[in-house]
């Protein structure tokens, strides 16, 4: 264990010695201030029904930053390894796998959880400000960290795998930014697809016909060798009548 908190603690000093991280911390600070600017001006000049915690995160600052930083965190993970040469050193050191690979995605959490601790005083500034709480309950707050937290350890493992494939930091973070939003794209078209199939699934009406009941698919299961085959059953019921 000694061994993996020597290998986190060099993956968090690596990261914040290097420009790449108060690049993304600008970034991000940026453009989720003129995020929080614009909803406070909106909520000052109307009144609304929602608080400032919902307007921020159904915002679409905060989802176009929230999808970048992901490439930009980890994009270095796994490439600057193998550009600097280092990744030999390192897989041959007395270490297991498991453990540099997990010091690398631990170390991106930690760059990742440090990057929204400032966004916390937009909780102190808005009752300020607006004279009304950001948030209805004390459980929005928990349950939006933890949700933050979730998205976190989801997104990171799927920005780490483009730095395995190549060297190129910026290759990486393209197939990063390419990557990132598919289960964001894919899960609605996977539900409405589920909801397709099992409303075809569904059966139709009862029909009688000279004293024989039967009962018809939906429309979407109907194909000409069913109503073939129907067609004929019926007619051997009405020739046994």
């Known amino acids: 264990m000694h061994k993996f908190w020597t290998l986190l603690s060099r993956e968090v000093r690596s990261y914040f010695y290097s ?7 600008i970034f991000f600070l940026i453009i989720s201030g003129i995020d929080f600017y614009f909803q406070v001006s909106f ?15 159904n915002s679409i600052f905060f989802w176009f930053a929230f999808v970048l930083i992901f490439p930009l965190i980890t994009m270095r993970l796994f490439a600057e390894e193998f550009k600097l040469g280092t990744i030999e050193p390192l897989t041959t050191a007395p270490v297991r796998d498991w453990q540099v690979v997990l010091s690398k995605f631990f170390g ?3 760059s990742y959880v440090i990057l929204w601790i400032p966004t916390l005083l937009y909780c102190w500034i808005f009752p300020r400000i607006a004279n009304q709480p950001a948030a209805h309950a004390a459980g929005a707050y ?6 933050l937290l979730l998205l976190g350890v989801f997104y ?29 794209v894919l899960g609605p078209g996977a539900y409405a697809a589920l909801r397709s ?8 009406p009862l029909i ?32 046994r009548r």
């Open 208 to 239: 009688v016909s000279n004293g024989v009941t039967a009962q018809l698919s939906s429309p979407n299961q109907q194909t000409s060798h069913e109503s073939r085959r129907y067609y004929r059953w019926n007619r051997t019921m009405e020739d």
């Open 19 to 25: 420009p790449i991280a108060y690049v993304v911390m």
């Open 108 to 110: 991106a959490l930690v």
């Open 156 to 184: 990171l493992p799927i920005g780490c795998r483009p730095s395995v494939l190549t060297r190129h930091q910026i290759v990486a973070a393209i197939i990063s930014v390419c990557a990132i939003p598919a289960p964001v």
């Open 142 to 147: 928990v349950g939006s960290s933890l949700m």
């Open 43 to 57: 909520m000052n000049q109307r009144q609304v029904q929602y608080t400032i915690q919902e307007a921020f995160f």
């Open 197 to 204: 199939r099992q409303t075809s699934c569904e059966p139709g």
